[in-house]
């Protein structure tokens, strides 16, 4: 059998999500019912749709929603996977092949990475500063990006740190993308988590050689759908349409036509709404938490997402300390080491305040035991 990396994060989490009180090992917010944003007219639509094959590369009415998100987009620039974990393999097994070097951001969602590792590509890292608000460290990000790498891979914003950059940084990833002739893979499905409310600028439109990805999972609270997407170039497109369809042929129908109502102007409005109160309130409950815990714990600053990736000062690696806390106080959470930096561990706060504080206290309980 050949080499292989398992996806550690998303495995940890399959293993345990279900069997623990409490799970603050995801990524997203409380996801919303089907239910609660279906108008009567939409749920009689859902229940009497045949259960052929959709479009393949995605009903036109969502690609044309879709590409309406993005400067100077056409539907046939738009390519709708199931959920953005498929359009980044997509991406990767399209852009990359063995010997080939990439470059990515650590701490950082390691999809992308694993597989290409799992390719026979060489990944490098470049790290980002927690002491100073997860500040690109540049010079290690020039040395990585010379001659001969193939891509350079970044999260805006950034999972797990919530840090948006800023657009001069984005204008220096891209041009050290083209002075070595880079494909630049954007994964964006963090857009419209920001807590100031100010939308993250897109790499759409920024360079050639580039691939967004995006999703309903993260700013929608739809993760259940497995509706997400690419946009690219209409050649890079029909590249990545050819492997989906060996993949998957198409996502389901149901989670097209929920997709496709999601994305009307003014339901997408009221489900970012709604998540951008749970995670605001999450995050402050997250900061009153914090400030109660005697130095035990302490954070960055964060910009984005429901995701608080909390530093603990006990002198032990992150999943042994999240071993304890699920054995002990029921309570999963995700392994920093699991996401490229010891020392932290990703918490969701975006639930319920009253869901959130007694999971954080029962957290505090097991660290401050093992200090």
């Known amino acids: 059998m050949p080499r292989f990396h398992p996806f550690e994060l998303e495995h940890y ?37 045949g259960l052929f094959y959709p479009e393949v590369n995605g009903l036109h009415s969502m690609r044309e929603k879709i590409a309406a998100l993005y ?42 990475p694993g597989i290409a590792e799992n390719l026979g590509c060489e990944v490098r890292d470049v790290p980002l500063d927690p002491d100073a608000d997860w500040a690109i460290d540049w010079n290690a990000f020039d040395a990585q990006v010379t001659r001969g790498v193939r891509m350079v891979a970044v999260v805006n914003p950034n999972n797990p740190t919530g840090r ?13 993308c083209e002075r070595v002739g880079a494909w630049l893979h954007a994964d964006e499905v963090y857009h419209g988590t920001e807590l100031d409310g100010e939308p993250t600028p897109s790499f759409r439109g920024m360079y050639d050689k580039l691939i967004v990805t995006n999703s309903l999972s993260k700013a929608y609270g739809l993760a259940g759908l497995r509706i997400g ?33 999601a994305l009307g102007a003014d339901r997408r409005r009221r489900l970012i709404d709604r998540q951008r109160e749970l995670t605001r309130a999450g995050h402050d409950v997250l900061t009153e938490w914090l400030a ?38 029921s309570v999963l959470t995700a392994p920093g080491g699991f996401l490229g930096t010891e020392g932290h561990l ?22 401050r035991g093992m200090a």
Not at 16 to 33: G, P, Q, W
Not at 292 to 318: E, K, M, N, W
Request: net charge negative; charged share 25%; glycine share 4%.
């Open 292 to 329: 109660d815990q005697d130095g035990l714990f302490s954070i960055a600053r964060r910009q984005a997402t429901s995701i608080g990736f909390v530093r603990y000062h006990v002198d032990a690696p992150s999943l042994d300390v999240a071993e304890r806390i699920r054995k002990e106080a």
């Open 71 to 112: 400067d100077d987009t056409s539907p046939d620039e738009v390519l709708v996977t199931t959920g953005a974990a498929q359009a980044n393999y997509l991406v990767a097994s399209t852009v990359l092949e063995a010997g080939h070097r990439v470059v990515w951001f650590s701490p950082g969602y390691r999809q992308l």
């Open 13 to 49: 989490q399959s293993l345990f999500e279900h069997s623990v009180d409490i799970n603050l090992a995801d990524s997203s917010v409380k996801c919303a019912d089907v239910g609660s944003w279906l108008e009567p007219g939409e749920r009689e639509r859902l229940l009497e749709l």
């Open 164 to 176: 948006i950059l800023e657009r001069e940084e984005m204008e220096r990833i891209v041009a050290a």
């Open 229 to 261: 997407w690419a946009v690219a170039a209409p050649d890079v497109i029909q590249d990545l349409w050819r492997r989906h369809e060996y993949q998957v042929i198409a996502a389901a129908a149901p989670s097209m036509l929920l997709g496709d109502i």
């Open 346 to 367: 990703r918490i969701t706060v975006g639930y319920e305040p009253e869901r959130i504080r007694p999971a954080l206290d029962r957290i505090a309980r097991v660290v």
